[in-house]
């Protein structure tokens, strides 16, 4: 029994979510649309408030892709209706971001600036040369860019500074004692 798979997801008004015969799910919505492959097993049906999503076997491979295929299908009508943001600070002296045309230039304290290219379906913005905001209909996407930007400096925990979500607590560590 898989609890989330089970739940119908509602579609906001102009979302339309088809299935063609290679079992390929397309959403489309007033900001873009999204293609998602269904895996073997799983089915999606149309119904007068929303979609069901259903599975053909009690095969365990194929109950343990229902929830996800569920959740999946829910991240796709919310990311073409409402889009998803991830937003990231940047804390240190002289640590700056800029968008340059095609990419995010990071000065991130190393000896060179950091050039991250920016996919063509995100929206990348830069406030305040600290704050960072990203944008998009894909939420694997926006998470793994954000990821990618953060993951070149990293929060560290005796001063604090790096690249860190927004709201991202740090555990700060005392440096050592000096006797």
Known sequence: MSRIGNKEIGLPEKVNVSV???????????????????PKGISVSQEETGVKVARSSEERRVRALHGTAR????????GVSEGFV????????????????????????????????????????????????VEGIDKQRVGQFASDVRAYYPPEPY???????????????EGKSVK
């Open 20 to 38: 063609d015969d290679a079992s390929v799910v397309t959403v489309e919505g007033p900001k873009g649309k999204l293609q998602w492959e269904l």
């Open 71 to 78: 959740s999946l299908i829910a991240n796709m009508v919310t």
């Open 86 to 133: 991830r937003e990231l600070e940047i804390q240190g002296v002289g640590f700056r971001a800029a968008v340059k045309g095609k990419f995010l230039d990071l000065s991130l304290g190393f000896s060179h600036p950091v050039e991250h290219p920016i996919p063509d379906d995100l929206t990348v913005t830069v406030e305040e040369n600290t704050k960072i905001k």
């Open 159 to 173: 001063k604090g500074k790096g690249v860190r979500y927004k709201g991202e607590y740090v555990r700060r560590k």
